[in-house]
């Protein structure tokens, strides 16, 4: 796919299949995520945790409660991989750290539709971690660092959603040209 196809056919998948992701297609959205505009150069106010341990994401999902995502499953949508982002608690005052992740996360879900795989960028997870500084200490986080960003990651249940792009147009928001 070209980028503009591949923007326009990236959506948020909410019913993911069993079928593993691979350490390739893991790696490829990695790179995506490390070649993302950081404020200042700053990467290291950022961690990222690859989580693929089906007991840990049914706990931050069960955490979360059955309203934190569509369809009664939680905010992961039972997603095979869950890519949480931290940033540095100073970063957050400033907004840093969430403009940031923004970036981080879009590439990833770029480099996801390339690669045919769904994704979803979710808040439910970051919502529940917050909450829950006990199971936000089990995933390995440094010391001074929060949850500012949650991304989903599997193969699509519905494949049509990874191919069907929408019409090209400039009318979606409200644009105000200044001259």
Same mark, same amino acid.
């Given at each position: 796919m070209n980028m503009m196809q591949v923007i326009r056919t990236r959506k948020t998948c909410r019913e993911f299949t069993d079928e593993p992701v691979t350490k390739d297609q893991i790696r490829t959205i990695l790179e995506a995520a490390n070649a993302a505009? !950081?404020?200042m150069h700053?990467?290291? +106010? !950022?961690? !990222?945790? %690859? !989580?693929?341990d089906r007991s840990k994401i049914d706990r931050i999902d069960a955490l979360a409660g059955p309203n934190a995502g569509r369809m009664g499953t939680g905010p992961t949508y039972k997603a095979p991989v869950l890519i949480l982002l931290s940033g540095e608690e100073s970063g957050i005052e400033r907004g840093t750290a969430y403009c940031n992740a923004a970036g981080i996360i879009e590439n990833m879900a770029l480099a996801a539709t390339d690669l045919g795989l769904g994704s979803g960028y979710i808040l439910g997870v %970051?919502? +529940?971690?917050q909450s829950h500084p006990e199971l936000f200490a089990e995933l390995g986080v440094d010391d001074g660092y929060v949850p500012v960003s949650a991304m989903t990651l599997g193969h699509a249940a519905d494949v049509t959603l990874l191919t069907a792009e929408r019409e090209p147009t400039i009318s979606n928001f409200v644009t105000h040209f200044v001259e």
């Open positions: 505009p !950081i404020g700053d990467y290291e +106010a !950022i961690e !990222i945790s %690859v !989580i693929t %970051v919502k +529940a971690l």
